[in-house]
């Protein structure tokens, strides 16, 4: 069989992005979270929230890392397999790619070993700060490859002078029609993401009987992040949804399985296995009309179908249409898990029900899941351009041997599957450790100078966890609750 240079290239960069893609979706929101819980204790000097800061600001490093590393890769693979579109599109891309160092990377880089070590070297109120620095960091380098890759999606503010982009608008350069959607759809898909990492680690110490008033905290206030989350979410996909219809009909169609040029009184497909050489869906079964009023917002509205192109400017319907209803399945998913935790919240119920704890444990890796589908929604959807309507995939491939462009991919897979063994190995050594104990905390209290009280709240706890981890009726629910 003859090997494909630009099929094995795409390959090799749809998997380490889909590799590297998994740690952003968590740090982001992660250091949100982190930030609010830092800012409550500071307010109310609870020691729960300092308990979730600390104990949460260990994976968040972890995570963080993994994310710079695997990131790094995948601006070296632009010159290696693309050569050509880093030609083509290195004055609009170039500058854009270099603003998310200048700014993000340089304010994380600045203020992370203040968040991370800072903790009783530093000021309460600095080391806040620092926080704060480093959730915005997070943001900003969201905002620019976010603005990067939307311009490939809908570019405007340029003009193409021998072959090349040039920019005439850095404005619409910026904020091109798609880009405000997919920021806010990804940002919130990330704070989603890490609030549901955080619940399902909370609900596994529930069931597991241990760090118990550490894990109600978790789990509580994340269930009310969720409640909220889960249907803004759903809102902001709806307007992406609307964006998308507009300036990339064929994506819509494929994620929709639409077939016909223009098709009216579209139905909601639920399951369909959209056939590519027959142009048309097998096993089709939809809820009539409600697809035109999802995409268009009227009963019987119209919406461009596949063959509205030729066969050679579609993607592959069959892998966006199901990665599209893996999306939306787990988001639904997750807002069905919020308005559980309501119900049993009012009925008392909410840390006692086990297989409500089960199903949000067994969630703590689907905001991930949901963001990876999404993404292959996103680019395969964009197939066969690269830059969307203008550049092909297949124009800007770099003239490698393909044994080579074969031998990497299979490296990377090697190397990729060693990484993430090794951060979920001390992902879970982190996780049995569990957060730090009231003792500790009260030690770090008194190096960083905390009030009295402060103190006096720590200590009050303190005498709590050891009359439960003395009582002889508490002793095996409790017994790993002293060596956290």
Not at 58 to 82: Q, R
Not at 142 to 168: C, D, H, L, R
Request: charged share 15%; net charge positive; with cysteine.
């Amino acid at each position: 069989m003859d090997l494909d240079v630009a099929i094995l290239s795409r390959i090799q960069f749809a998997f380490t992005v889909s590799f590297h893609i998994i740690f952003p979706s968590i740090t982001i929101g992660l250091a949100t979270l982190i930030a609010i819980w830092e800012g409550l204790w500071l307010k109310t000097h609870n020691p729960y929230y300092l308990q979730l800061a600390k104990f949460w600001i260990k994976p968040f490093a972890i995570t963080f890392g993994m994310g710079v590393v695997s990131g790094i890769v995948l601006s070296y693979e632009f010159g290696t397999n693309f050569s050509k579109f880093s030609e083509i599109t290195g004055a609009v891309l170039g500058p854009l790619m270099a603003y998310e160092v200048l700014t993000a990377f340089f304010m994380e880089a600045g203020f992370l070993g203040v968040m991370l070590f800072g903790w009783q070297r530093v000021g309460r109120k600095l080391h806040f700060f620092s926080t704060l620095v480093v959730m915005t960091g997070t943001w900003i380098s969201a905002f620019w490859i976010i603005v990067a890759n939307s311009w490939m999606q809908t570019p405007t503010g340029y003009k193409i002078i021998n072959g090349k982009f040039e920019v005439e608008s850095w404005m619409e350069v910026i904020f091109n029609p798609s880009m405000p959607y997919r920021l806010t759809h990804m940002v919130v898909a990330s704070l989603i993401t890490a609030t549901f990492v955080v619940a399902g680690i909370s609900a596994y110490y529930l069931l597991k009987k241990k760090n118990i008033p550490f894990a109600k905290k978790g789990l509580s206030m994340c269930m009310w992040f969720a409640l909220v989350l889960t249907p803004l979410q759903a809102w902001i996909g709806d307007m992406h949804g609307l964006n998308v219809r507009e300036h990339q009909p064929t994506k819509l169609a494929a994620m929709e399985g639409i077939w016909p040029a223009e098709e009216a009184n579209v139905p909601l497909l639920l399951f369909a296995m959209p056939n590519m050489k027959t142009e048309s869906n097998d096993y089709e079964v939809g809820i009539p009309n409600l697809g035109s009023m999802i995409l268009t917002h009227s009963w019987d509205g119209a919406v461009q179908g596949l063959k509205a192109v030729p066969p050679e400017d579609r993607p592959n319907v069959p892998l966006v249409f199901w990665s599209f209803r893996v999306m939306v399945g787990i988001g639904f998913g997750m807002m069905g898990i919020a308005v559980l935790a309501l119900l049993l919240r009012r009925k008392g119920r909410l840390f006692k029900n086990k297989p409500f704890l089960a199903l949000v444990a067994l969630f703590t890796p689907m905001g991930v899941i949901a963001v990876l589908a999404g993404w292959y929604v996103v680019e395969i959807g964009r197939q066969p351009w690269i830059v969307y309507n203008l550049v092909r995939t297949t124009e800007i491939v770099s003239p490698l041997p393909p044994e080579r462009v074969l031998f990497t991919l299979i490296m990377f897979v090697i190397i990729y599957s060693l990484l993430i063994g090794v951060y979920l190995y001390f992902m879970r050594k982190l996780i049995k450790k569990g957060p730090p104990s009231m003792t500790a905390l009260e030690q770090q209290l008194i190096g960083m100078k905390a009030p009295g009280y402060a103190l006096a709240w720590v200590k009050t706890l303190q005498h709590k966890e050891q009359q439960t981890n003395e009582s002889p009726a508490n002793e095996s629910q409790n017994k790993t609750q002293g060596d956290k």
